[in-house]
Every structure is written in C-alpha cells, then in structure tokens.
C-alpha cells in the first residue's frame, strides 16, 4: 500500500484488535497569552483616550476674541487699539462705525485692552466698546458727555 497513509496504531496484544493511539491532550489557553490580549486591548484604549485629550486640549488653547465698537451714530473717523496683555496691540483707523474684529488668544492672557479715540478732536460721547470671550459678553463700557476723549475696556481676569 504505497501511497495510501494510514492512521497510526499501537500493536494490540495477541488476540486483541490493533487501536490507534490516545489523542494527545488538548492544550489549555496560557494565562500568559491571555495577559497579552488585555494589555494589547488596554494600550489601545489608553492611546485613544490620550489621543481624544490632547485633540479636546489643543482646541481649548486658545479662546476666541470679538472686538465690537458701535457709534450710535458717529460718523467721523475714530482710532482704535487693541490687545492683549503679553501679545502688544494693534491701532487702526477707522473711517466710520461700527466696526467688528475677531481674533483669538492663548490660555492663561491676563488682559485684553480695546480703546476708542476720535480723529481730530470730534467728540466721543455714545461710543460703546464690547469685548466677547468665547461668544459671551466680557465687558462693555460707553463714553458720555462731551469731555470723554475716549473709552476704554480692560478685562482684567485670567481665561
């Protein structure tokens, strides 16, 4: 019987029919192999977990800034400053009101600074200045009388 396999056998005593071998006994799943998986699995649930944080802290870095200044009315040119504390500022002119300027800032500025001044000695009374952190408002102040040369909002806390 060449090319024909057949199972293995133990010679039987005389007398007795020949068996074949026992089947070699089934290997258990190693504790070891076990730890792996759930380190494996624990790893990955780590990664993303620090993965998700960082993508959550890099978005809150910074916070979202809206300059506002409304005339009531005013028509002549004014200058405006603005700025954060650390960050220097920035003037304009400004031909006519209102006038809107979004920016961000880093966490952790502990001053954002918006001044309105007219141009060639116009009056700046109802002059209305706002500052807007993350879309809420942070300050507001409005110059009045004749005499107010311009106005000026400072928000003095940490965000």
């Known amino acids: 019987m060449t090319g024909s396999r057949q199972p293995p056998y133990v010679p039987a005593y005389p007398g007795t029919a020949p068996q074949l071998p026992a089947a070699p006994p089934r290997r258990r799943r190693s504790k070891l192999a076990i730890f792996y998986v759930a380190a494996a699995v624990w790893s990955v649930v780590l ?88 879309g809420e408002l942070y300050e507001e102040e409005t110059s009045t009388g004749t005499s107010a040369p311009y106005c000026s909002v400072r928000a003095r806390s940490r965000f």
């Open 47 to 134: 990664a993303v977990t620090v993965a998700i944080s960082l993508h959550i802290d890099g978005r809150a870095a910074h916070h979202a800034v809206r300059f506002e200044v409304d005339g009531g009315g005013f028509a002549a040119p004014v200058e405006i400053t603005y700025g954060a504390a650390g960050l220097g500022s920035v003037t304009q002119a400004v031909p006519r009101l209102p006038w809107v300027h979004d920016t961000e800032v880093p966490d952790g500025t502990n001053g954002i600074t918006l001044r309105v001044a007219p141009i060639e000695g116009f009056d700046a009374s109802g002059i209305t200045c706002r500052i807007f952190v993350e």
